[in-house]
């Protein structure tokens, strides 16, 4: 998961602009050497951005909605394309077996929905559209909650970082805060799962 400061956010945003926000968000639904990148603290913060002009909120919300879906779509078909052999891929810069299995932990417990709650769990959203091609989810199955989850997290972080920008006096002055709850609050769906994973091997 990402780990640069939150306070340098924003400046890497406004040097990456639209393009860089596309690529991103694409890679990090869907590209499995995607998972360190930023995902509800970059969304959040380009709203909060376009809110001061930016960016513009007609071209930001559907264009990281569009990279989202496209992310996770590229995602499906490169888990059905290379299948099992990735449980088999030995880890690497690019590569952990184990946020893979933490994936496949997560699907096992809430199914096809995983691919619209996955969007909130870091790594996992990185990891589940990939495994959901490996399992071979029915296309348009994946498909209608692909783009559910791309709706409520990408257009919905970025719609929340632009409404509070816009309505809320100074709140740019706590984005670190506000990041740093976000990262946390995102954080927890993952470390619950890891905490269970521990308490069953020792079991």
């Known amino acids: ?10 400046q890497l945003v406004k040097a990456i602009g639209y393009p860089g926000i596309f690529a991103v968000i694409f890679a990090e639904s869907g590209l499995f050497f995607g998972f360190f990148l930023p995902g509800a603290s970059l969304l959040f913060t380009a709203g909060l951005l376009a809110s001061q002009g930016y960016f513009s909120p007609w071209i930001l919300i559907p264009l990281v909605t ?18 099992v052999s990735l449980f088999f891929k030995k880890d ?13 932990d997560f699907y096992d417990k809430h199914g096809v929905q995983t ?13 589940a559209p990939i495994l959901a091609g490996i399992v071979n989810m029915r296309y ?14 990408g257009a919905g972080v970025t719609f929340l970082g632009y409404y ?10 706590y984005l ?10 995102s954080s927890i769906p993952l470390y619950i799962e890891t ?4 308490r069953n091997q020792e079991r």
């Open 66 to 83: 569009f990279a989202a879906i496209l992310g996770d779509s590229t995602g499906y078909w490169f888990g059905k394309k290379v299948g």
């Open 176 to 185: 670190t805060i506000i990041i740093l709850v976000i990262i946390v609050i």
């Open 164 to 173: 509070l920008g816009s309505r809320v006096p100074f709140v740019g002055q």
């Open 115 to 127: 691919i619209l709650l996955a969007r909130f769990v870091p790594i996992v959203r990185t990891f």
């Open 1 to 10: 998961m990402f780990t640069m400061p939150p306070d340098t956010l924003p």
């Open 140 to 153: 348009r199955t994946f498909l209608a909650y692909n783009v559910a989850g791309a709706c409520t997290w």
């Open 195 to 198: 905490a269970k994973a521990w």
């Open 92 to 104: 690497s810069n690019w590569f952990h077996h184990a946020h893979l299995e933490r994936a496949k």
